[in-house]
């Protein structure tokens, strides 16, 4: 079952490329949001399933958005070149890709997720 | 054994007195103003008889000429100038201090004493002249008339003393001016550290000046009171030195960094007297090693976040029907691309690069000759990382656009980009760049949207949070970036 994501990502070639991941395994990508503002905007009124979260964007940390997210019950990924071991305490159970990784690897976290499925 | 019979006592003088007696015994003091020896008299014979049974250095000086008599101990102190000096007039024997003998014959002659305490005289004894020190006690002697008719003096040699104190008092002021000189802070405890003797805390601690037993307290955060004093306690009980780098509690109310060492001074028994320690602030350095923490953890997170804008990098150029030999020039030259915006982005320390510079460097190295390419604008405009690095290899798409198929791909066409700020309508700031070509070969839009297309389409609009227009006018390309100006500010 397509999933609508939101893909929250600082880096224009990366976020072409998650883009690209995300249309190849079958879902959409219903908005990109590249600063924190934009992020927080959209993680609060728009309408989707699941987000990617890019923990540094720009200089700042994307964890009020997961806060909001945590709020509306919409599951999140984060995608970071920290690894785990980037994640505040608080967040470090939430599930993570380590950025560069596969568009496999984006699936099985996917697919690990609590989501509802066809 | 006759000698010791009390009959032989007074047949025989001096009476014993070792090998001075003896030597007192053979001399012949007919050739000097006491004459004969039989015919001394008797106070003279007293005086000697007591002298030569001391211990003590003591010299007896005789008569206006202080004819010198002595015993075994003062010929020790003499040197080599026994035994010649027996029996000599005593401003010769003593030559170099005979204005202080004329003085002690003087004043002891007249009924006084004199006494004098580390007395220091050059004296030459063993060949040169050299300093030594001297307790000195002069007192008249009297003769059968109760006239004073010499003077005898008790000597007491105290030069090794005085040169051990001076050498103390050198050694402590050493160590004074060493305990200024350094930076450190200097502390003293008692034996079992219950006590704080004293603490120069330079001005970054306070300072203990009377012993005190609330020094933990003082210095100590609570929670580091355990560690330290284990650290103490295992030092006490080795008797070797304490060493620990703590946290402390700075004069200011802050919270510093102390590397700290104590050595024990031990008694003659091996016992603790007491502690003697130096601490090195090493909060700065502290500070460092953190930062350095931090930068590396940066570090590591923007080569990983490099390795991936390589992946997308790749994975765009290397996508859908491609010749493979192409593609790899335009990966590469993307690479270098990304390398030189890394430039910019580390020349600004990575808080921020000028947007003209940013678009020099991402497009004149594609320029066929520097007069076929204007960069200008009104007023620099500081860009953020990101928006640096994006906008880099936006241009760098567009140059080498350019020079394959737009302006630079024949002899004359050339590139004009022109950037502004101004107002819009609700009178907020804009930012417009125009990339205009001109001059190059007829122009088409290109069948096929290749990765530069979609970079600065899709990618550089949501980057910039304005919109990008790429408009193929007969003339050439025009592409407009439209956003907001405080790109630099947090959006």
Known sequence: MPLRILVVEDEMTIALMIEDMLIQLGHEVVELAMRLPRAEELARQAAFDLALLDVNLDGRKSFPVADVLSARGIPFVFATGYGASGLENGYSHCPVVTKPFMMEDLKTVIDSLPLPRA | ?491
């Open chain 2, 1 to 491: 054994m006759a000698a010791d019979t009390p009959q032989n006592q007074t047949s025989q003088f001096p009476n014993g007195g070792g090998h001075t007696g003896e030597l007192i015994r053979s001399f012949d003091w007919s050739k000097t103003p006491l004459g004969p020896i039989s015919n001394w008299p008797e106070s003279l014979k007293t005086v000697t008889n007591m002298l030569l049974q001391s211990p003590v250095p003591i010299v007896l000086l005789w008569g206006e000429d202080g004819i010198m008599i002595y015993n075994d101990a003062y010929s020790g102190f003499a040197g080599s100038r026994h035994p010649q000096l027996l029996g000599s007039k005593v401003r010769e024997g003593w030559a170099e201090i005979a204005d202080f003998n004329d003085n002690v014959m003087r004043v002891g002659l007249s009924g006084r004493t004199l006494a004098y305490e580390n007395q220091e005289l050059t004296l030459i004894r063993h060949g040169k002249p050299a300093p030594v020190w001297m307790n000195l006690d002069y007192s008249p002697v009297m003769d059968e008339s109760g006239k004073p008719a010499g003077v005898i003096a008790i000597v007491v040699e105290t030069t090794k003393q005085v040169l051990a104190q001076r050498q103390l008092r050198e050694s402590e002021e050493r160590f004074r001016a060493l305990t200024s000189a350094t930076s450190d802070i200097i502390y003293q405890f008692s034996a079992d550290w219950k006590e704080m003797r004293a603490l120069d805390g330079r001005g970054l601690l306070s300072d203990t000046e009377r012993p005190t037993i609330n020094w933990q307290e003082t210095y100590l955060l609570p929670e580091d009171r355990p560690a330290v004093l284990a650290k103490v306690e295992e030092a006490i009980r080795t008797k070797s030195v304490f060493q620990l780098e703590h946290r402390v509690r700075q004069a200011d109310g802050g919270l510093g960094w102390m590397l700290s060492r104590a050595v024990p001074i031990m008694d003659e028994k091996g016992e603790i007297v007491e502690w003697f320690g130096a601490a090195t602030d090493t909060t700065e350095r502290r500070q460092y090693e953190e930062h350095l923490r931090l930068v590396v953890h940066e570090l590591n997170h923007r080569v990983k976040n490099n390795l991936a804008m390589t992946q997308a990098i790749a994975a765009q150029t290397f996508r859908g029907d491609i010749d493979l030999k192409e593609a790899q020039n335009r990966f590469a030259s993307r690479m270098v691309a990304l390398g030189q915006a890394n430039d910019l982005l580390t020349g600004e320390r990575w808080v921020g690069a000028s947007l003209g510079g940013a678009i020099e460097q991402a497009i004149k190295p594609h320029a066929p000759d520097d007069g076929r390419c204007t960069v200008e604008g009104d007023e620099d405009v500081k860009l953020s990382p990101k928006t640096a690095l994006a906008l880099t290899l936006a241009m760098h798409e567009l140059a080498t656009n350019a020079l394959k198929y737009g302006a630079w791909s024949n002899g004359e066409g050339r590139v004009d980009v022109r950037w502004s700020t101004g107002n819009d309508a609700e009178g907020k700031r804009r930012l417009r760049i125009e990339w205009r070509e001109s001059g190059g070969p007829d122009v088409r839009p290109p069948a096929r949207r290749g990765f530069g297309s979609v970079l600065i389409e899709r990618g550089l609009a949501r980057e910039m949070g304005g919109t990008v227009t790429m408009e193929y006018l007969p003339t050439g390309l025009v592409c407009t970036v439209e956003a907001p100006e405080n790109l630099y500010a947090e959006r």
